[in-house]
């Protein structure tokens, strides 16, 4: 079973941030914490991960809350062509994924 | 990264019959995984394919319905065998590059399997 639970669906405005919310309140000290997201017909694509620090590159940033039990995704300039299934899984390095069913991001013109 | 081949993209397939489903990557990877993904639902992993040892696969799945070849560090094959409507499903492949100690996965775009 997935580890994490994540709002089914979401909607953001074009050009606004879109700040997606994962709980993982039994992540343990050595697991982390991944996000993915699917685009209509295409393979998962990986965007970020983070163990406990903040973490940012070209895609998105991560924030992870002080106990770990939390993190949010932010996409800082949400696009049309950002409209997808977003997972976030808790994973230690060497341990299979596991995918729940994710947040649909409809980013709205 | 690692770019990832899948053939066939799609197939229309009888009940009955069976289907191999290639999976080429563009440099030499350790571990590589099946998924499947069913109609409107999220990946499940179907087995793990590592060179040179048998495929480990995940309960609900058994080598017989889905036996698996690993034949070299770029190359895996996934069959479904002995197909019913309930096969109908995107199967993935997908890997873990070696060396980058980021355990992210790269994934194919995946063959969609009909089955009538």
């Known amino acids: 079973d997935a580890k994490t639970t994540q709002p089914t669906s979401m909607d953001c405005a074009e050009g606004r941030a879109a700040n997606l919310p994962c709980n993982h309140s039994?992540?343990?000290?050595?697991?982390?914490v991944y996000w993915y997201r699917q685009i209509h017909s295409q393979g998962p694509q990986y965007i970020i991960h983070?163990?406990?620090n903040n973490e940012t590159n070209e895609m998105a940033s991560l924030i992870i809350t002080e106990d770990r039990k939390s993190s949010t995704l932010i996409l800082p300039h949400a696009t049309l062509r950002d409209t997808a299934v977003y997972y976030c899984?808790?994973?230690?390095?060497?341990?299979?994924?596991?995918f729940g069913p994710g947040t649909r991001l409809s980013v709205l013109p | 990264s690692a770019v990832i081949s899948q053939k066939p993209s799609r197939d229309i397939c009888q009940r009955g019959t069976s289907l191999t489903i290639q999976c080429q990557v563009d440099s030499q990877v350790t571990m590589m995984f099946w998924y499947r993904q069913q109609p409107g639902q999220s990946l499940t992993l179907i087995a793990t394919?590592?060179?040179?040892?048998?495929?480990?696969?995940e309960s609900g799945f058994v080598i017989d319905k889905f036996p698996i070849s690993r034949p070299n560090l770029t190359f895996s094959t996934l069959t479904v065998s002995n197909m019913s409507p309930e096969d109908s499903s995107i199967y993935l492949c997908s890997v873990e590059t070696s060396g980058t100690n980021t355990g992210e996965l790269f994934f194919g775009e995946g063959s969609r399997l009909t089955v009538l």
């Open positions: 983070g163990l406990k």
């Open positions: 039994t992540i343990s000290g050595n697991e982390y």
């Open positions: 394919a590592n060179q040179g040892s048998e495929a480990t696969y």
């Open positions: 899984i808790v994973n230690n390095y060497g341990q299979n994924f596991v």
